[in-house]
């Protein structure tokens, strides 16, 4: 059971360019989210799914597209990447989404935008 | 609306000595409240929650919180500091929406344990 996995660990782009972050989780969570982490700032949702085929935006969104086409797998999609896009993000997922569930938290991707 | 305040966002115990990391949360109903801890490099891992059952939680590696109402706190505390517990922790309360939830996190407190 590997829990919440992401990939790359690592990334650096430069402005304009595309990329995917993977999230892949193997405990048949109907609840995937994606938070990103800025110093000072601790953790703020991008988007979110409840489950396969609905997803949601949450506090920041702008610049990300997600889509949720299995339970397992929740890829965060960076349009057009911009210097403030550089941060941490870390999946995350949980039994139901409810307020008394805990969170499951990958080990995050670190991304850098020149 | 619902927030979090972390009180310190830093805090230096010597090992062996008492813990004590300050939340405080505004929420407009019952909340859920959790403690989670970040070590160097990781991903966050859940310490212990409050889900309106016992006030007094107890969590993983020695942690507790106490609920407090009138206080609007959830304060973490530890008896004794180890080497192992410096890390990053955040308090973090919760925002059903629609049903489902969204985690509002407080800024973080760092705690350094010093020999």
């Known amino acids: 059971n590997a829990g919440v996995t992401q990939t790359p660990k690592f990334q650096v782009l430069k402005t304009g360019q595309s990329m995917t972050l993977q999230c892949a989780q193997d405990?048949?969570?109907?609840?995937m989210s994606w938070y990103r982490q800025d110093p000072g700032m601790g953790l703020r949702l991008i988007h979110y799914s409840v489950g396969a085929g609905i997803t949601d935006q949450g506090e920041v969104p702008n610049g990300y597209n997600v889509s949720r086409s299995t339970t397992e797998d929740f890829p965060l999609r960076l349009l057009s990447a911009a210097p403030s896009q550089t941060s941490v993000y870390f999946c995350?997922?949980?039994?139901?989404?409810?307020?008394?569930?805990?969170?499951?938290f990958g080990p995050g991707t670190r991304l850098t935008v020149l | 609306a619902q927030s979090v305040t972390q009180l310190d966002s830093h805090v230096s115990v010597s090992e062996g000595t008492p813990v004590l990391l300050r939340c405080n949360y505004s929420?407009?109903?019952?909340?859920?409240l959790f403690w989670y801890v970040q070590h160097p490099n990781k991903g966050l891992q859940l310490l212990l929650k409050y889900t309106s059952a016992a006030t007094l939680v107890k969590g993983i590696n020695g942690f507790e919180a106490e609920f407090k109402k009138s206080e609007t706190s959830f304060h973490l505390t530890k008896p004794s500091a180890h080497m192992s517990d410096a890390a990053e922790y955040f308090c973090?309360?919760?925002?059903?929406?629609?049903?489902?939830?969204?985690?509002?996190f407080g800024a973080g407190t760092r705690l350094a344990v010093h020999p």
């Open positions: 405990m048949n969570h109907e609840y």
């Open positions: 929420s407009s109903y019952s909340p859920s």
């Open positions: 995350a997922s949980s039994h139901r989404g409810f307020n008394t569930d805990t969170q499951y």
């Open positions: 973090v309360v919760s925002r059903p929406s629609g049903g489902y939830n969204k985690l509002i």
